[in-house]
């Protein structure tokens, strides 16, 4: 089907041009003489793209873009304009125009502005789509992402996800490890059916074999009645073991038991129990350096790091830190009740060069915070803590020499991209062949580096 563009402009001539040119180029075309007649026509036809005049009779082009952008939400909207100023393509954008463009043009600009405005749209909706995608598999936690090295990491969790593979998550405290193993299980044929988390190190030594294995009736003291275990609770689905590392040792060789016979013996019972679970385990400990010092079992770990996903920092991928920002930003503004809409660039830009010690779990208890203390539509410095205000920012210390790399890559990737999206005429699934990289890559990267065919 055919982009659909209406045309709003009271000069007849000027409208009869525009639609001839535009049909020409394959457009379907749709016109009113008045932003009273557009309104009418949005309700009538659909429509991709609105190119408008500003100045008209009645209800003019600044008046009739809002009304326009509450019914076509995300529909580009280019203003036209005899009168042409800076002032008055600043005022068009302020109120949501995608562009701004003098009368007379040339039909070859229009054209250009157009198309532009198109692949914005297409783009967008590709990434909604996309962003819809991850929440359907992850549920309500997405993860949001656009560095190629969480790119490439959730591609690895749609491979692994596949399988009941067992799988080991690592990283530093609140990378988000169990919003990856949610990830695993919500993309995963298990997805139907429990994902248990438990954390290893929470449940004291004596409780916890009961606790993941079950118990008879009056197996110890207290137990007065019979108890089904996690790994029985998880039956046909997915147990999340957090910081695995603090499993006393005398429980590391039942759990691995569990894991290669499938089956679990609840305490007091005579007769094991078979069950169907995927477990993945995380930790931020290092458990090479615990299998040296005694403390973790080596065939434990050949047997739960089937899969390694390794979670990276969030100071070691800051191009996530803006859309993250955006996401807890929305969030809270909804849970709170606040009017606050977005971040100010200067608190925006001392929030990506933090180095974020507490990693994701930190910055999202900061914009939490700075949320409940702006107090109008914009999240400013003064609604930041002092640490991050202080903090020296990337680039006048040591770490100056990782972003001239980072600076590099990223010049490099988009010569690529761009080498490749002109190879393909502009078709993203050969490019993303091209590139030896996903479609979905692909599409993460055209967002980051706002890059246009």
């Not at 490890?177 to 995963?188: F, M, N, P, T, Y």
């Not at 208890?365 to 990337?394: C, F, M, Y």
Request: aromatic share 6%.
């Amino acid at each position: 089907m055919p982009d659909r563009i209406l045309i709003v402009d009271d000069d007849d001539a000027l409208r009869e041009s525009l639609e001839m040119i535009l049909a020409s180029e394959g457009y379907g075309v749709t016109t009113a003489c008045s932003g009273d007649q557009a309104l009418a026509r949005v309700e009538e036809v659909p429509v991709d793209i609105v190119l408008c005049d500003v100045r008209m009779p009645g209800l003019d082009g600044f008046e009739l873009l809002p009304q326009i952008a509450r019914k076509l939400p995300g529909v580009p909207v280019v203003m036209m304009s005899a009168y042409g100023s800076e002032d008055l393509a600043i005022e068009a954008m302020k109120l949501g125009a995608y562009d701004y463009v003098a009368k007379p043009f040339q039909p070859s600009e229009i054209l250009l502005t157009l198309r532009k405005a198109m692949e914005r749209e297409r783009l967008r909706r590709a990434n909604e789509q996309l962003q819809r995608d991850v929440e359907r598999a992850v549920g309500e936690r997405p993860i949001v992402a656009a560095s190629a090295v969480m790119i490439e990491l959730l591609e690895l969790v749609e491979r692994t996800a596949a399988y009941k593979t067992t799988a080991l998550l690592t990283g530093e405290s609140g990378t988000g490890k169990e919003v990856l193993a949610r990830a695993i299980h919500g993309q995963s044929p298990r997805r139907a059916e429990p994902f248990i988390a438990v954390n290893c190190g929470a449940i004291p030594e004596p409780l916890l074999e009961s606790e993941l294995f079950g118990h008879a009736k009056g197996a110890f003291t207290g137990a007065n009645r019979a108890r089904r275990g996690l790994f029985a609770e998880a039956d046909g689905g997915t147990l999340f073991l957090d910081e695995i590392a603090e499993l006393p040792q005398s429980l590391q060789v039942k759990l691995l038991r569990v894991l290669q016979e499938e089956e679990v013996r609840p305490v007091g019972e005579s007769k094991p129990v078979e069950i169907d679970v995927r477990v993945i385990a995380a930790t931020s400990r290092d458990l090479e350096a615990m299998i040296e010092e005694g403390t973790f079992r080596e065939d434990l770990y050949y047997r739960l790091n089937v899969m390694r996903l390794e979670i990276p920092a969030l100071r070691e991928r800051r191009e996530d830190i803006s859309l993250l920002c955006d996401h807890f930003l929305a969030h809270y503004r909804d849970s709170l009740g606040k009017a606050v809409r977005s971040i100010a660039d200067d608190a925006l830009d001392r929030l990506i060069h933090y180095d974020w010690p507490g990693n994701v779990r930190e910055l999202q208890n900061v914009i939490e915070r700075s949320v409940i203390l702006a107090d109008g539509e914009r999240l400013g410095l003064e609604h930041l803590p002092s640490n991050i205000v202080q903090a020296k920012t990337t680039g006048e210390g040591s770490d100056s020499r990782f972003f001239a790399m980072k600076a590099a890559r990223r010049r490099f990737e988009i010569d690529l991209i761009r080498r490749a999206l002109k190879e393909t005429d502009g078709n993203r699934t050969h490019a993303a062949k091209l590139l030896e990289i996903s479609h979905r890559a692909l599409l993460y990267k055209i967002k980051e580096y706002g890059i246009r065919d």
